[in-house]
């Protein structure tokens, strides 16, 4: 009798803190490979990131936290112990950094609470002082370029005169001072030689396409054009060391994008590297010399074609020394590199390489309590659309759910269907947070790469033309229709889930094939395009004749039938599966009042719909105490729904932002949890 009484007991708390004990034997699994990983390994401060050489290779730098904050250290590139922070940042902390070549100073960026008016900081390692190079209010700093030919200086653009249009300056790094280069009134983008001098200039036409210009003697001429299907996939990417060629990723006369070198004077070009599968991705190219070393192409997985022969020996050697993908920051005279290793079930994890010995020595890895844990895999796939199309795909099992290892589980479970945002951006094989979390709680978990996503050659990118809610949203159906034929996913037991694009995905799956899930979590969603068009940023204007050509143009009749129609606010109606909704309060895309009609709508048929807002957020939660208490409660919110295990909500509220505008009885266990942070701000306020 004692026994029933403690298990009831038990049973009780696991509700009241948001967790159900589920009858599925997957989720009853008590083998080590199937632990309850915390939520904070995946989505808790990263030990370190974004770790760089200097230019003379004697120190390095990174983001880590410093009191729960992301900020800079610095030390000794051969000595990690050696590494201390250089900067005290709170609130969202530092967004990226890098070197000037003066090797004592560092740069970086700040906004204000997510409003992405950028401000550019120096850092003196030698005095410890930082000077802010950009302090106006409401304008937006662009680091254009730093150079070894002028360590002392930094290019920029700033909206300060026009918030649409980037004026050019060279700023001072150690006095703040800075000089007007040029005055722009038309151009949306530059390209800057190391001796500072302007070359190219672009702005976008009126179909969406882009023409480059050249400076000369005569003033701007005209240098060449992109039509509006190679916008996404042609760009310029630097000077070769003459300063006479400009290196070029161009889908031009083809499907695939490749690296060319364009001749400045006679507009010829050489190709370098191509792909027949995938657009060219990166390069590793010479710091001093300029000349391209190797290119690499990612179709599934990242593959290196190389190009210069020195390197051979070198990435040979670093490719036997771990296992991943390879990624390299170089110091100036080439002889250190920091190299990353990327693995799909592990942490990312930093070497220093010495070129001239050829010896790699292991440093750290980006997450230390990701080490000793046993992940999933992320099986690459490609699944065909309903009118033929390949998409790139990737899927994660839960660990033990496939025991005879054919990467199918040994019987349906519950999936969630991960959407990325952009949406002309892709996903990749690699680690990722969310597929392990979601795959530790016994969920499979897929990402799809559909139409409109890039990196798969200029005709897949532009299938997703005016698609938005069209066969855009069809090939993400189609993805869960083949997890289910395959007995991947119950289908009666899917979710769809993902931020900007992917939340508008979200809201509109949930509208127009509420049938195929069982519930959505949308974090940061356009809900209504006609108003994302009209009220986008500014800086964002000068480009508006691609994004109409993309979504659809606001400015006509037709244009704004058709946005209407795939917006997922005139459909809110017809949306009556459980929701989850995020927001930053600053977000300057996707503005609050459009999210607040979906909820209000939602409540008015007393559907289920829970909306947390951050006021101290814009787009993207920077925040790691606000990550950390919105995937505590999607978390509960899934386990509530498909029945996945989960880990109680606990103290994952109380040093976030988080406001919940309305639904916190739809979650178990959040209204608790919100009592003790309402508690806890009351006792710090006294």
């Known amino acids: ?55 003379d290779g004697s120190k390095i730098s990174y983001l880590a936290p410093v009191n729960g904050v992301l900020n800079i250290w610095v030390g000794s590139a051969s000595n990690p112990e050696s590494v201390k922070p ?53 304008v937006r700093a662009v680091p254009f370029l730093v150079s070894y030919k002028n360590p002392l200086d930094l290019i920029i653009g700033l909206n300060k005169r026009d918030p649409q249009y980037f004026d050019i300056y060279k700023a001072d790094i150690e006095t703040g001072n800075y000089t007007l280069v040029m005055e722009n009134r038309e151009f949306t983008g530059f390209d800057i030689d190391n001796n500072f001098r302007i070359r190219l200039a672009s702005k976008t036409l009126q179909d969406g396409g882009k023409e480059i210009f050249k400076l000369t003697e005569r003033g701007w001429e005209s240098f060449l054009k992109i039509r509006m299907e190679d916008v996404v996939s042609t760009t310029t990417r630097g000077f070769d060391k003459t300063g006479q060629a400009i290196y070029m990723v161009d889908s031009r006369d083809r499907n695939t994008a490749a690296l060319y070198a364009i001749n400045l004077s006679t507009g010829n070009k050489s190709l370098i590297a191509e792909d027949p599968l995938a657009d060219f991705s990166d390069f590793l190219i010479h710091p001093i010399e300029r000349n391209v070393q190797a290119v690499a192409f990612s179709y599934s997985r990242t593959k290196w074609k190389i190009i210069d022969p020195s390197i051979a020996v070198d990435l040979e050697y670093l490719h036997k020394a771990e296992d991943g993908d390879v990624m390299v920051s170089r110091s100036l005279n080439d002889t250190v590199w920091i190299v990353a290793y990327i693995v799909d079930d592990g942490p990312k994890r930093y070497y220093h390489y010495d070129r001239d010995r ?43 759910s496939d025991t005879d290892g054919n990467a199918i589980p040994n019987k349906p479970l519950p999936m969630v269907l991960l959407v990325h945002g952009g949406p002309y951006t892709r996903d990749k094989w690699g680690y990722n947070p969310e597929h392990q979390w979601l795959a530790n709680r016994g969920y499979a978990v897929l990402s799809v790469n559909f139409r409109g996503s890039t990196g798969f ?13 069209g066969k855009m949203q069809e090939d993400l159906i189609d993805a869960v229709n083949w997890a289910i034929q395959k007995g991947i996913a119950n289908p009666r037991k899917v979710a769809i889930m993902g931020e900007s694009y992917g939340g508008y995905a979200t809201l509109t799956a949930l509208a127009l094939t509420p049938d195929v899930f069982s519930c ?15 009220t986008m940023p500014p800086y964002w204007k000068t480009d508006v004749e691609l994004f109409t050509t993309r979504l659809g143009d606001f400015r006509t009749e037709d244009g704004r039938e058709l946005l209407g129609a795939r917006s997922p606010l005139s459909h809110v109606d017809k949306i009556h599966r459980p929701l989850l909704i995020c927001q930053g309060a600053n977000d300057p895309r996707v503005k609050s009042d459009e999210v607040d009609q979906i909820v209000q709508a939602m409540q008015k048929k007393n559907h289920p719909v829970t909306y947390v807002i951050y006021p101290d957020e814009g787009h993207d939660l920077v925040r790691q105490e606000n990550r950390l208490a919105f995937y505590a409660i999607t978390e509960v919110f ?12 606990g103290n994952d509220l109380l040093n976030s932002s988080i406001k919940i505008q309305v639904g916190a009885d739809e979650i178990p266990g959040l209204k608790d949890a919100l009592s003790s942070k309402r508690q806890l701000d009351q006792e710090q306020l006294n």
């Open 520 to 534: 959505g979590v949308d974090i940061a969603g356009p809900t209504n395009l006609i108003a994302l068009l009209e």
């Open 358 to 400: 050829k010896e790699a020595k292991y440093l750290f890895a980006d997450r230390e309590k990701l080490q000793d844990k046993t992940l999933a895999k992320m099986i690459p796939v490609i699944i065909k659309s309903r009118d033929g199309l390949d998409m790139v795909s990737y899927y994660s099992l839960p660990l033990d």
């Open 457 to 469: 050659g200029k005709n897949y990118s532009n299938a997703g033309n005016l698609e938005w809610g």
């Open 86 to 138: 250089v900067t005290n940042s709170t609130g969202r902390g530092i967004l990226m950094h890098l070197w000037a070549y003066t090797n004592e100073h560092i740069l970086y960026l700040q906004d204000k609470n997510g409003d992405e008016n950028l401000q550019i900081y120096s850092l003196n390692l030698t005095s410890n002082t930082i000077k802010n190079l950009t302090p106006f209010e409401d």
């Open 638 to 649: 899934l386990s509530h729904y498909l029945g996945g295990r989960c880990e109680p909500i």
């Open 1 to 55: 009798m004692k026994s029933i009484l403690i298990g009831f007991m038990i049973m009780i708390l696991l509700l009241a803190t948001g967790c159900a004990i589920q009858s599925n034997s997957t989720n009853l699994q008590r083998d080590e490979n199937s632990t309850l990983i915390p939520r904070e390994v995946f989505f808790g401060s990263v030990d370190r990131d974004y770790v760089t050489i200097s230019p």
